[in-house]
């Protein structure tokens, strides 16, 4: 067997968790800052110990907010030109066995019978257009959906290993609206209509190009649709 090949066979866990656009697998070795990951790490930990979302671009943020704090420019003279691109991220992830995790949920799956829904369904909307000689325009598809207020991310860095992940809510997740998206059979979008569980409409600047509604459940009704 050929030595790549070889430690390809060695290294499969720590490739599997390498970003895709880094070029080397030993990005981890020898950090240049050793006090400042020190301090970045501890960060990193007390945020995740209060389930709180860490991101890479948070922890860069933080890496060039601590690169400014004069102990590290005293004992890392060159720091000051420090770059700390996505690159050195890769780095320090992979000296702390830090990998990008995703929130752990019970999935959602379709009915098996799902395809077989779909044919039913367009096969009764042929049968109508030609019963009726409904023309494109008038034949849509109309799709409501919850949005939340506050949209916490799926993801965070983590420890490699973990087997549960945790991201903490600010408890607003479930103050939500209603938005609907509409389309008709010749291509023509309609206006996204939005709808606030309020008695009046907010008095707040909305897009020209959006319909704004109010009523007490914050969803369609029939009101709505006419």
Known sequence: MPKQLREWINNK?????????????NTGAH?????????LIEWVKEARSQLKTVTRY??????????KKESYQANYPDIKNAKFSQKWIDGFMSRHKLINRRKTTVAQHFPEDYVK????????????????NYPLSLIGNMDE???AFNLPSNNTIGQ????TVSILS???EHSNFTVVLACMADGIK???VIIFKLKNIPREVFPDDVIICTNSEGWMNESEMT
């Open 13 to 25: 866990e720590k490739l599997l968790n390498t970003a895709p656009y880094t070029q080397r697998l």
């Open 31 to 39: 950090p240049k800052y050793p006090y400042l990951e020190a301090e």
């Open 58 to 67: 948070m922890v860069q943020a933080k890496t060039r907010l601590l690169a």
């Open 117 to 132: 829904q779909q044919g039913n369904f367009l096969s009764y909307i042929l049968y109508r257009r030609n019963e009726h």
């Open 145 to 147: 959906t919850l949005m």
């Open 160 to 163: 490699s290993g973990t087997k």
């Open 170 to 172: 600010t408890g607003h």
């Open 190 to 192: 309609l206006p996204p």
